[in-house]
Nanobody, 115 residues
Framework: QVQLVESGGGLVQPGGSLRLSCAASGSSIRFAAMGWYRQAPGKQREGVAGITRGGYINYADSVKGRATISRDNAKNTVYLQMNSLKPEDTAFYYC?????????WGPGTQVTVSS
């Protein structure tokens, strides 16, 4: 089965930017639609952005215009560029198959937006 490891999170001020990475191993993700999800404290996990193997992209309304998802199949990696970050973007961010995730999840990467 594929293993997913997210990185790139951190503490950032409102208005700042982060680039999240998701490295897959154990299996190629090149033929899978992949996406980013997030879970804020006390809230359910939600989909943020997804990209098909053909490059079709969709975004949640909450991040539209501020997020860019991309993938590098040669590196078996998916990225999420987040700009103009807001405190409400604070959450653990995960990558997984899109729109129906695998049952297993990576450790996630924490994003905290605070001044």
């Amino acid at each position: 089965q594929v293993q997913l490891v997210e990185s790139g999170g951190g503490l950032v001020q409102p208005g700042g930017s982060l680039r999240l990475s998701c490295a897959a191993s154990g299996s190629s993700i090149r033929f899978a639609a992949m996406g980013w999800y997030r879970q804020a404290p006390g809230k359910q996990r939600e989909g943020v952005a997804g990209i098909t193997r053909g490059g079709y992209i969709n975004y949640a309304d909450s991040v539209k215009g501020r997020a860019t998802i991309s993938r590098d199949n040669a590196k078996n990696t998916v990225y999420l560029q987040m700009n103009s970050l807001k405190p409400e973007d604070t959450a653990f961010y995960y990558c997984n198959k899109w729109p129906t995730p695998y049952e297993y999840w990576g450790p996630g990467t924490q994003v905290t937006v605070s001044s």
